[in-house]
């Protein structure tokens, strides 16, 4: 099963690869942490705003929705290039000791 891991040809995806899709999985774990503290601050600024009116400016409202915005940027560009790494290997059990490696494009249009 890890063979993969011991081919010279493969040697630098498997290893960069990994640490990769690793680091980008928690840096989504943790940009979800964050929008939702987001959400408990600006539901409080809301309810603030709607409460009292004229206690929340203009400009503190939208830099609530900038921040998520900033936070919502981050994250689907670190989703975009994780699912990619993911996508862009596959392994296929063809027996106990036998894999076929894929690592071209998956999704390539018919020629």
């Known amino acids: 099963m890890f063979k993969f891991f011991t081919q010279k040809k493969w040697f630098l995806w498997s290893i960069f690869g990994s640490i990769f899709i690793l680091s980008a999985t928690s840096a989504i774990v943790y940009i979800d942490v964050q929008i939702n503290k987001w959400f408990g601050e600006f539901y409080d600024v809301l309810q603030n705003a709607l409460s009292k009116p004229?206690?929340?400016?203009?400009?503190?409202?939208?830099?609530?929705?900038?921040?998520?915005?900033?936070?919502?940027?981050?994250?689907?560009?670190?989703?975009?290039?994780?699912?990619?790494?993911?996508?862009?290997?596959?392994?296929?059990?063809?027996?106990?000791?036998?894999?076929?490696?894929?690592?071209?494009?998956?999704?390539?249009?018919?020629?």
């Open 54 to 111: 004229g206690s929340v400016e203009l400009n503190d409202f939208l830099g609530w929705c900038y921040k998520f915005a900033k936070l919502a940027a981050i994250y689907i560009i670190v989703l975009i290039f994780s699912d990619f790494a993911k996508s862009s290997l596959i392994v296929i059990k063809i027996s106990d000791d036998q894999f076929i490696i894929i690592a071209d494009k998956i999704n390539a249009p018919p020629m």
